[in-house]
C-alpha cells in the first residue's frame, strides 16, 4: 500500500489531481480499514480523508500506512477526524485549526509557489458533524460558524444531519426540515458558498427497507476554490456504512488553447504538386439525384481537402505566445522570480538589490529583443503588412474623445456633458412677503367668521402650528375688535 502513495510524491509540487475523500464510518473499525483499502481503486490517491464518526479505541484512532491522522482535543470523544498523505506533508506544510467542539476540525495545506496553478497559496479542509440538538438551531454547531469568509480556498464538507429541496428536490420535507436546513444553507449562501453536490445524487442508503436514501453528506466551496473543483463523485463501493465515500477532485483551471491549424506558409507545393496529379474524383453518378449529387459533392471536397491538409504542417498557437519571445528571456524571467521570491521571505539590503538588478537586466532585455523584432518586421514589410507596420512604428493611436468647447481632456468631456444633458437646478427663489398697502378696505368680523366657520377643529394645524379651534375662540371674544385678529397687512383686494 506505501508503494502505491509514493509513486505519486514527484507530482506533488504541481498536482495534476487532488482528490479528497469524504465519509461517515460510524464508529466501526471493518469501514474505517475497507474504505481505506478501496482507495486502490481511484486513478489518484487522496490526500486528504476527512472521517465522521471515527472509530476511536481508548481515545485513540486507528493508523492506516501513508497517512497521519489530526483529531480535536479532548476532552469528549472525538466525532471528526482528518487524515492527511505522508507525501502531502513532506513537500506541503500542513497544520490544524481545532474549534470549541469535537464535532469540527479543520486543515490547513500552505504552498510558497502557490496551489493548483494560482495566486492562493493555502487551502482550508473543514470536517464537520452536525448532532442533532433539542435547542435552536437544532444542530450541534451554529451556521455562523461553519461557514466563515476566507479569502482563500476553503472546503467545509461532512455529515450535515440536513435535508434541503437543493441537494434532494425529489423529497418531501416538513416544515421543521426544511426551516433547519434553509438556516445553514443561507448562511452558505450569503458569503457565499457553493454547493458542490449534484442534485438529486444519494450518498447515504439506510439498511431498512422503510427509509429512503437521502443526501446527508454535503461539501461547500467558497468563491475562491469554485474554480478549482473538477468533481463530487461516489466512485467507491460500500464499506458497510450507511453511507458511501464521497470523493472531490480539485485541478488547476483547465486553459482551453485554441485547436490546431493547417500552416499553409510552409506548404510543401512540390509534394503537393504530384499529388494532384495523381487525384482523380469520383465519377458522377448516372441520372443523379439531389442527395446523390450532394453525397458525390461532399466526398469529393473531403478528398480534395484532407489531401492538401495532410502536405501542410499544423501550428499549435498559445493565447500568450509573443513573435519575438526567445529561451533567453524565459531565463531571465525565472532568475527575476526566483530573487523576488527570495526577497519577500528574507527583505535583506543584498536580496532586495539582487531583485532590482535582475529586474532591470530582464527588462532592458525585453526592450531589445522587441526593437530588434520590429527593425526586422519593418525592413522585411509588404503591402500587405502595411497597416501592421504602421501601428509598429506609430504605437497605438491616443484615446480619441469628443472635441468640445472648453474641455481639453476626457474628465472635463464627461463634465461638459453631464452639465449640457442633466443641468443643475436652479436655487428656490427666496420667500417672498406680503407688501404693505396704505389703502385697503378692512376686513369685518363678520367676514372672519365666516371664514373660519368652515374650517373644522380637529383640522391640522397650518404653518403657524395653532389649531383653528384657537381662532375660533379668539375670535368670538374679540368680534368687536376684528383688528386684533387682522394683521396689519391683511386685506382684501382692493
Known sequence: MENFFTQYTDSSA???????????????????????????????????????????????????????????????????AIYVSRALNQDLSCSTVFDDSSEMLSVDVFSSEGLFGSPHRSLRVTSVYLLRTNRPPYRSILPERVFSF??????????????????????????????????????????????????????????????RPS???????????????????????????????????????????????????????????????????????VGPTPNSLSRWFDISSTRLTSLLTSHAPSKHPC?????????????????????????????????????????????????????????????TATPRSLWTAKRFAFGRPPQRFPDLPGASDPAEVAETLLDHFFPSKPPPPPLLRLARY???TPLTSEEISRALSKSSNTSAPGPDHI????????????????DGLRPPYASRAP
Request: one cysteine or more; charged letters at 15%.
Open 215 to 285: 443526501v446527508l453528506d454535503l461539501a461547500f466551496a467558497n468563491t475562491a476554490l469554485s474554480p478549482l473543483v473538477s468533481s463530487w463523485d461516489t466512485p467507491l463501493p460500500s464499506t458497510g456504512s450507511d453511507h458511501v465515500p464521497c470523493v472531490i477532485t480539485l485541478k488547476p483551471p483547465a486553459i482551453m488553447l485554441p485547436p490546431p491549424t493547417p500552416h499553409w506558409a510552409l506548404l510543401d507545393l512540390r509534394a503537393v504538386g504530384k499529388a494532384l496529379d495523381t487525384f482523380a474524383t469520383l465519377p458522377c453518378p
Open 14 to 80: 504541481v498536482f495534476p489531481s487532488f482528490p479528497i475523500v469524504q465519509h461517515n464510518c460510524r464508529g466501526s473499525w471493518d469501514v474505517f480499514l475497507s474504505r481505506f483499502h478501496s482507495f486502490t481503486m481511484l486513478p489518484h490517491p487522496p490526500w486528504i480523508v476527512a472521517i465522521q464518526d471515527p472509530p476511536p479505541r481508548c481515545s485513540v484512532l486507528p493508523t492506516f500506512p501513508g497517512f497521519i491522522s489530526f483529531v480535536p482535543p479532548p476532552p469528549g470523544r472525538p466525532r471528526v
Open 467 to 482: 389649531p383653528y379651534s384657537v381662532w375660533k375662540s379668539h375670535q368670538r371674544k374679540n368680534d368687536l375688535r376684528p
Open 319 to 379: 493565447p500568450r505566445s509573443k513573435p519575438w519571445w526567445s529561451p533567453r528571456l524565459s531565463a531571465l524571467r525565472r532568475e527575476y522570480h526566483k530573487f523576488a521570491r527570495i526577497s519577500c521571505l528574507d527583505p535583506s539590503p543584498l536580496n532586495w538589490s539582487n531583485v532590482k538588478s535582475s529586474r532591470r537586466i530582464y527588462f532592458k532585455a525585453i526592450a531589445s529583443v522587441k526593437k530588434t523584432h520590429l527593425s526586422d518586421f519593418l525592413s
Open 438 to 440: 396704505e389703502d385697503y
Open 150 to 211: 476566507l479569502s482563500y480556498p476553503y472546503l467545509v464538507l461532512g455529515d450535515f444531519n440536513l435535508h434541503h429541496p437543493l441537494a434532494d428536490p425529489c423529497r418531501s420535507l416538513s416544515e421543521r426540515e426544511f426551516s433547519i436546513s434553509t438556516r445553514y444553507f443561507d448562511a452558505a449562501f450569503d458569503v457565499p458558498y457553493h454547493l458542490l453536490n449534484p442534485p438529486g445524487v444519494y450518498p447515504q442508503f439506510p439498511f431498512d427497507t422503510i427509509s
